[in-house]
């Protein structure tokens, strides 16, 4: 069949288009983890490949993944090439685990049963006001974390990849030189602290977060250059912070918390941060209204996510001043973070 020529394909803002998009939006994450399980994105890594040649590396049935294919070619992560082979697009490569920017580990853990299960349950979270992960796993989200090493390793590299060009943005955009260590506080394996400190030379580190989640933060840390500069400690935010930092950056870690125990992670920070220093807290904010619609999905979405499996949720400008006071700090500034992770960088002093 021929293809529509452009001008008359359906508006993709039109209304049908908008509610098939909404009710299919499943298919699409499920197509992406088939194509991880069949390790696809690795394998087109290398060049373009027959569907064929493919299904007998991947161990799959040659004539349904010549399908996959085809469909992942309508979403713009492969592209047919000439002679039937496919190839990924610049978008599916990012879905390859050595390429330059890969989200590889990312996007493996959005499709992953731990984060897309909770979701089937969202209307019991939205009834009962509980992380509905909790009753499906039998133990909350970081418990489940320490008792599967493997999905904890896979979380820790995906937030690695999440955190890497906003840890250059946020080097970019905020004046680090007049600090002389940086605490970075549920800093996972240590990704946005080698970017602070590969930016900013002299400039010393903490990476703090539980047994599991800094796990392999000393070899990233190495890895990346600033070894000699830096040290990963392990302990219990809810319980007390290392202190000798004269930054504390908090980077997707606030929002996972209800208000009172992300008020009790802040006043064990405020415990710590000399009288001149400076807390600085990476998340998404959201608008106090929905004044456009549709209105960028990200926040909103993300928010849910801490609905179904923590009880965290994002927050706006005014709850975070909020939350803030509480804590024993004075909201200095709110400033977006370039880059389409849509970030803020929200910078706190101490309240004397
Ligand atoms: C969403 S991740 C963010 C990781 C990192 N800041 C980033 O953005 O790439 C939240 C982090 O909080 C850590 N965490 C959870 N509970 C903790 C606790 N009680 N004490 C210390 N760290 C904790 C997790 O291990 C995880 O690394």
């Known amino acids: 069949m021929s293809e529509l020529p452009a001008t008359s394909r359906p508006e993709q803002s039109d209304p049908v288009s908008v509610i098939f998009r ?13 194509a991880f399980e069949l390790g696809l994105p690795d394998l087109l890594e290398t060049g ?4 064929d040649d493919l299904a007998e590396e991947a161990g799959a049935h040659g004539p349904s993944l010549h399908r996959l294919l085809r469909a992942m070619a309508a ?10 082979d496919f190839a990924l697009t610049e978008a599916g490569a990012l879905l390859g685990s050595k390429g330059a920017g890969s989200m590889d580990a990312l ?11 909770p979701w089937q349950g969202l209307t019991e979270s939205v009834r009962t006001g509980e992380p509905v992960f909790e009753s499906q796993f039998g133990m909350d989200y970081w418990a489940y974390m320490k008792q599967h090493p493997d999905v904890s390793d896979l979380f820790n590299a995906a937030m690695g990849d999440a955190s890497q060009a906003v840890g250059t943005a946020v080097a970019a955009a905020y004046d680090l030189t007049r600090f002389r260590t940086v605490v970075d506080v549920g800093g996972g394996n240590g990704t946005l602290l080698a970017a602070l400190l590969q930016a900013t030379p002299g ?14 933060a000393e070899d990233h840390l190495v890895a990346a250059g600033v070894g000699d500069r830096c040290e990963a400690k392990a302990g219990d935010f809810l319980e007390a912070l290392p202190e000798g930092g004269d930054l504390y950056v908090f980077k997707s870690v606030i929002h996972d918390w209800d208000d009172e125990r992300a008020t009790t992670i802040l ?16 998340e998404p904010v959201v608008p ?17 996510n801490m609905m179904v499996s923590l009880r965290g949720k994002e927050r706006t400008r005014s709850e975070y001043e909020a939350l803030l006071t509480a804590a024993g700090f004075r909201l200095c500034d709110i400033q977006p973070v370039p880059g389409p992770e849509r970030v803020f960088l929200i910078e706190a002093t101490p309240n004397p």
């Open 22 to 34: 909404l009710v299919w939006g499943y298919t699409t994450s499920a197509i992406t983890h088939t």
């Open 288 to 304: 106090e209204a929905v004044t456009v619609s549709p209105a960028d999905p990200f926040p909103y979405l993300n928010d849910l």
């Open 75 to 84: 979403l713009g992560i492969t592209r047919e090439t000439g002679n039937a």
């Open 107 to 117: 996007a493996r853990l959005l499709v992953h049963e731990s984060m897309w299960r």
């Open 48 to 51: 373009p490949r027959s569907a």
């Open 267 to 282: 006043r064990n920070c405020r415990r710590v941060l000399p009288a001149d220093g400076r807390l600085l807290i990476v």
């Open 203 to 216: 400039l010393r580190g903490i990476v703090f977060d539980s047994p599991p989640g800094v796990a392999q």
